[in-house]
């Protein structure tokens, strides 16, 4: 099946840094998601992107959907401690399955 | 507050036996979803379903089951444990038409197969 590649897996930061993290596929997707897993719960999501090029905030949040179709970044203005846990970006293309990255695990230092 | 619900946060199983998984939603959603997550590999998916008594494979059903009796439930199967079966197990749940994109998930259940 398709493959994403999420990167860094893990990052260790400072409260207050911002943080940046992307996804990369050998195929393309018509919608990029990036969803949030708090320690000990399930993944929510934060960000949803339907077009090439679109860039869209969510509070301290912001995503891209890059404009080959085949990546997407996600970037977090000063960090706060409630920003640690798993980041999951997810493509899907058509009415297919979501193909999920590997996710990036935050923890941020006070 | 509309609810995935998963019934075991944490179960510990012997090789061999038997595990059920259940999970239901109280939010009148016609798909359901079982995912299993492993460090560095993301959500993979086992299996889901789009209406009662209706399943489809998902990336990697090898080793499971699923049963849709009722629209709220949604069980998964191991028959016989193994212990590469150990992992951290997702449920989820949406609307029809939406692709399986705005998925609603479960706190997960952490299966240890000894």
């Known amino acids: 099946g398709q493959q994403l590649n999420q990167s860094p897996q893990s990052m260790f930061i400072q409260e207050g840094e911002d943080v940046s993290m992307n996804c990369t596929s050998s195929?393309?997707?018509?919608?990029w998601l990036w969803y949030k897993q708090d320690p000990g719960e399930g993944p929510v999501l934060l960000i949803a992107l339907y077009k090439a090029g679109e860039l869209t905030s969510n509070g301290r949040l912001t995503a891209q959907f890059g404009i080959t179709r085949k990546d997407s970044f996600l970037n977090i203005s000063a960090s706060i401690p409630s920003d640690v846990g798993i980041y999951f970006c997810a493509g899907q293309y058509a009415g297919n399955m979501l193909t999920f990255g590997g996710g990036t695990r935050l923890m941020v230092k006070p | 507050d509309v609810k995935v619900t998963q019934s075991s946060r944490y179960l510990v199983k012997r090789t061999g036996e038997k595990v059920f998984l259940e999970c239901v939603q109280d939010?009148?959603?016609?798909?359901m979803f079982w995912y299993r997550q492993d460090p560095g590999l993301g959500l993979r998916l086992i299996y889901f379903s789009y209406d009662v008594k209706m399943k489809e494979k998902g990336d990697i059903p090898e080793g499971y089951s699923v049963s849709r009796e009722k629209k709220e439930r949604f069980s998964l199967i191991l028959e016989s444990a193994s212990t590469n079966q150990t992992s951290m197990y997702l449920c989820?749940?949406?609307?029809?038409?939406?692709?399986?994109?705005?998925?609603?998930f479960g706190s997960g259940t952490q299966l240890s197969v000894l």
């Open positions: 195929s393309i997707f018509n919608t």
């Open positions: 939010m009148d959603h016609e798909n």
């Open positions: 989820a749940s949406s609307k029809p038409g939406q692709g399986g994109e705005k998925l609603f």
